[in-house]
Structures are given as C-alpha cells and as structure tokens.
C-alpha cells in the first residue's frame, strides 16, 4: 500500500474515533442531564414524567431503582386492584396503523387471578403472524410464534420495569404435559382458551388497524342474540392457540366467530393474528 494512503486511512480513522469519543461524551453528557431532570421532576412529583425518564436511561446510574420504585408505589397498585372480565394497559404497540404518533397502549383482559399473579391476554388481535415456517411443524415450543412473542414483541412492548413483570411460566399441552421451555409471553392452549373464555362470543377478536395492515383478515362473523337474531357485529378475525390441530403441520386457531377449529390450520398461514397472552407478577418482593 502507499505511504500516502496510508496516511489517509490514518486520518479517516483518526477523524472516525475522535467522532465516537465526542459522541459517547455527549451521549454520557445528555444521560447525566436526562438523569438529572428525572430526579427534579420525581422530586417535585411528577412521577409519570420521570418514570419515563428514568426507563429511557435506565442503565445509568441508579435509574433502574428510581424507575422500579416508581412502578412499585404507582402503576402497580391498578394492576393489583384487577379482577377477571377488567382491562388494563401495559406496555404499548403500534395499533393505529399511524407510525408518526408513536405506539398506542396495549389494552389486555384479565383472564385469571392467582395470588399475587395475573393471566392477561391483548383485548384486540395485534399482528399478523404465522404460526411456523413451511417447514416447521405444530410443535409450540419449537414455532417462529413462540419466538417472535417471546423476543421481539417482549422487547419492543414493555419499558424494563414492565418487561420484568412479565413472569416465566412453565406451560403445559393439552394432554397436561408440561413442556421443557418456559414462556413469558404464550398464546393460549385450547383448553384454556376453552376454560377462560367459556361462551364462543367471549372468543370473538377484532383486529387493530395496524394488525391488518400486516395482513390479519378480518370477516364480519354471524352473530346472534338469546332470541336468534342477528345482531350487527363488527369485522373480526382469526387467532391462533398454541394447540397442534389434527392435520398435518397444523395448530389449532379460533374463527372470527369465536369456534374454536380443533382440526388446525396450517402452520404457515401468514393472515391470522397473535393474540399475546402472559402472567403479571404484581407483588414487591423481587
Ligand atoms: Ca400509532
């Protein structure tokens, strides 16, 4: 190689370093002062400021204490309030279909109380996802879902305060086998679809815009009342459960009328929803 562009690869590279020096010292610079306001508006009590503040800078310092006690001694005390059929909202997604305005909160309804832990599922089919690939099989602990609900939706939904909320749970298949993975965000088996949501209507899930912008279908089931009229029902759609169906590379989803299809749908559909579902631990001693 010339000297002279030896020399030039040099300065490139000396230019590029001093570029990150000045960029971490003004990132660490911004955090000191982001850390800074954060204490001042906890101080003078705006908690929801600062827990803001504090979960976008939560490494540094002891933002991670100030965020926790925050969470603790506000947000917690609604979500211990909860009692099944009630909705809260946790964590937040883009729903609207409009990515300027940020991501909306995540409605969820409470399913079960056990203790100090909570059994939520999203109220609205949020994402079109396949179950697996086309070359994967029925198995959950094994399927792209599982992965996707458990990595990128964990991670993008839920601030760090939130995200370790959401409790490891060893779930169990349909015959009652617990499997060797632990979820933290699941779909629900058949069954418990079956035991929390006993009557078809209570199965019934509509879409988010957004959700169909990524390719959820919606379909405007038939829908009765007691006296077998049809009532006017909104455009709703199918979700995915956990369960293998009966087919072949099958999993085992709910129509948009709330029946649960027990012979499966293929793994690879790419237009039915996830409909995320996970516990909430809401006691303090962590
Ligand atoms: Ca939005």
Redesign the pocket.
Known sequence: MKKSVKIALAAVAAIALAGIIIAVALSGKNREETYNNAVSMYESGDLKGAYKMFTEIYDYSDSAVYAKRIYDETFLENIRALNKGQTLFFGRY???????????EIEWLVLDVRGEDVLVISKYALEAQPFDTPSGTSDWESSAIRRWLNKSFLFFSFDPVEQSRVIETFLEDDSGKTYATADRVFLLSAKEAEEYMKERTDRICEATD?AVVSGVSKKIAKVYDKYGRTVEAPATCNWWLRSCGTGENTAISVYPDGQINNSGNVISDDYRAARPAMWIYTGTDE
């Not at 883009?94 to 305005?101: H, Y």
């Open positions: 883009e729903q609207d279909g409009n990515t300027s305005n940020g991501p909306e957004q």
